[in-house]
Nanobody, 119 residues
Framework: QVQLVESGGGLVQAGGSLRLSCAAS????????MGWYQQAPGNQRELVAS???????NYADSVKGRFTISRDNAENTVYLQMNGLKPEDTGVYYC?????????????WGQGTQVTVSS
């Protein structure tokens, strides 16, 4: 079982920055993919950014050039640096860990952290 705890959310004005953290209960080098997802009010959860155990990253088009995902294996933590925040970035941000098994993938979610961007 993998437990994930997010932190770092808050209220910020448009153009501001936040850094989200996701602390894992296991060594993150054993987790194939870790990602951040946004759930805006009334919407489904959507991928914002992901990073593989090998360090490859992937970003939603809407955040490219503004957000950066990174991992610190020694701290078992994944970060999401969010710059140039916009009101449409508002939502609950969830951390997800994915482990690829032989027949299926196993996904673990954190409890989420609220990000609110005021205009």
């Amino acid at each position: 079982q993998v437990q994930l705890v997010e932190s770092g959310g808050g209220l910020v004005q448009a153009g501001g920055s936040l850094r989200l953290s996701c602390a894992a209960s296991v060594g993150i080098s054993s987790l194939n993919v870790m990602g951040w997802y946004q759930q805006a009010p009334g919407n489904q959860r959507e991928l914002v950014a992901s990073i593989t155990s090998g360090g490859s990253t992937n970003y939603a088009d809407s955040v490219k050039g503004r957000f950066t995902i990174s991992r610190d294996n020694a701290e078992n933590t994944v970060y999401l640096q969010m710059n140039g925040l916009k009101p449409e970035d508002t939502g609950v941000y969830y951390c997800k860990a994915q482990i690829n098994g032989i027949l299926r993938s196993y996904n673990y979610w954190g409890q989420g952290t609220q990000v609110t961007v005021s205009s």
